[in-house]
């Protein structure tokens, strides 16, 4: 391990991620399960009964975890009140504008003449994006919403709640989004890259495989012939969450946690926030030639209002 990696491990860094899919998926048990803490509470309806929201909230929760001397601050955000609605239409608006804003506020801080040396990192890493074990299949409202996401952050899509089907409606259901996918033009994370070396390409040919992952989340723990399990009971047995054989969650634990975590980050920051970062420079520069034309030209343009100079956009929702 080099001196910088040291460095960067023993001042911790930030793992941003949000939570994408209707109400009712298990987004806040599945993240619990994957950091094996409970770190957000369900904001989803627990009853028919309840108001359905207007429109997708945005909830994110911050917890720093310690894991082998390595401090991460850890950041979840919910997405309560997505998809919920009977017409869906622009439902996606406040994630991707949530996503960008953070990118915006990055680069406002990156473009201070006196930044910090660290700057604090509240970029969206990764997407767990859920999809409905009951669909046929991607429904036209994934489609448009995934192609949307898939343009400004790491979109991880898992099926929910996977113990409802079987081990074959489960196998069909999963060759059926993967080749939904592609005939929608879909790239979801991980990106297959010339720069990889073998054993990052064999690697990241296993996770493909595997995507979507058919997870199964649960806190609660289970006796199982004398052996405590995390899992959920059902009529027919109990389904282990680490078992294998019964769901995908191991490997897509190992796949956030370890394997790709810091790919995640840097993929983040070289691909995503570099492509906007780049599209509000040069929207800057356009702007500036404008003015300076119009000011060597004397017309009225080079006393522009405020509200027409050059500026990075603001975030709106700064988070703590």
């Not at 509240?122 to 036209?140: D, E, I």
Request: net charge neutral; glycine share 6%.
């Amino acid at each position: 391990m080099s001196q910088m990696e040291r460095k960067f491990l023993k001042r911790g860094f930030n793992f941003n991620v949000i939570l994408v899919g209707e109400s009712g998926m298990g987004k806040s048990t599945l993240v619990n399960s994957i950091f094996s803490s409970h770190l957000v509470d369900s904001q989803g309806r627990r009853t028919a009964q309840e108001v359905i929201r207007k429109t997708t909230e945005i909830s994110p929760v911050t917890q720093t975890l310690e894991e082998n001397g390595v401090r991460v601050r850890l950041t979840i955000i919910d997405t309560p009140g997505f998809g919920d609605q009977c017409n869906n239409e622009g439902c996606w608006v406040p994630v991707i504008k949530y996503i960008k804003d953070q990118h915006a506020a990055y680069l406002e801080r990156e473009l201070k003449p006196q930044r910090d040396r660290v700057i604090n990192d509240t970029r969206v890493h990764a997407c767990l994006y859920f999809l409905n074990p009951g669909s046929r299949g991607l429904r036209p409202l994934d489609v448009e919403v995934l192609k949307r996401l898939t343009e400004v952050t790491n979109v991880i899509p898992v099926i929910a709640k996977s113990d409802s089907m079987t081990v074959e409606e489960r196998t069909v259901f999963k060759r059926r989004i993967k080749e939904e996918l592609v005939f929608h033009r879909i790239a979801v994370y991980p990106y297959p890259s010339e720069e990889d070396g073998e054993e990052d390409r064999l690697l990241n040919s296993s996770i493909r495989d595997l995507v979507p992952f058919a997870v199964v989340g649960s806190e609660e723990i289970i006796d199982v012939n004398g052996t405590p399990v995390r899992g959920r009971r059902h009529g027919w047995g109990v389904i282990n969450i680490f078992d294998e054989t019964h769901s995908d969650f191991v490997h897509l634990r190992n796949f956030m946690l370890r394997t790709h975590l810091s790919d995640l980050i840097e993929v983040t920051s070289q691909r995503h926030y570099e492509q906007f970062r780049t599209s509000q420079l040069r929207q800057i520069k356009e702007l500036r030639a404008q003015q300076a034309a119009a000011a060597a030209s004397g017309g009225i343009m080079a006393s522009m209002p405020q509200q027409a100079q050059p500026q990075v956009p603001a975030i709106h929702q700064s988070m703590a």
